[in-house]
């Protein structure tokens, strides 16, 4: 997959958006079921949006509910991959294999939704 080459105004509101949460660090907990393409991928995929945005400042757990599914239940997951965003608050759920960069941004509060719109869309 083509990662999007973001102007300076989205890299501008990337680092802002950032900032805003400077010491903040991120909880994430990422919910998969098994070792399968769809969940490897997810895993890739947040790892890279992690690393790119929130260099050192997040705890990402991978739990496979195959394994653990007790978990599971006490976080009442439905489908999987699903990664949950703890802290900063709010609480926050994506469901799928996290490609969808801009979302995942927007909603761990990384890019403001103005800037998303003005972002060419990638399919």
Known sequence: MKRPVLS???LYAIEAAAAAHPTSRYVLRL???GSTSHSNRAIS???KICEEHLEGRYDLEVVDISQQPSLAEGEQIIAAPTLI???P???RRFIGDMSQTDRLLIGLDL???ATAA???RKR
Do not use: C, F, G
Request: net charge positive.
């Open 8 to 10: 300076p105004t989205e």
């Open 31 to 33: 919910y998969v079921t």
């Open 45 to 47: 995929n947040i790892r």
């Open 85 to 87: 965003k703890k802290l």
């Open 89 to 91: 608050l709010p609480l």
């Open 111 to 113: 890019r403001s939704v």
């Open 118 to 120: 003005a972002s060419p």
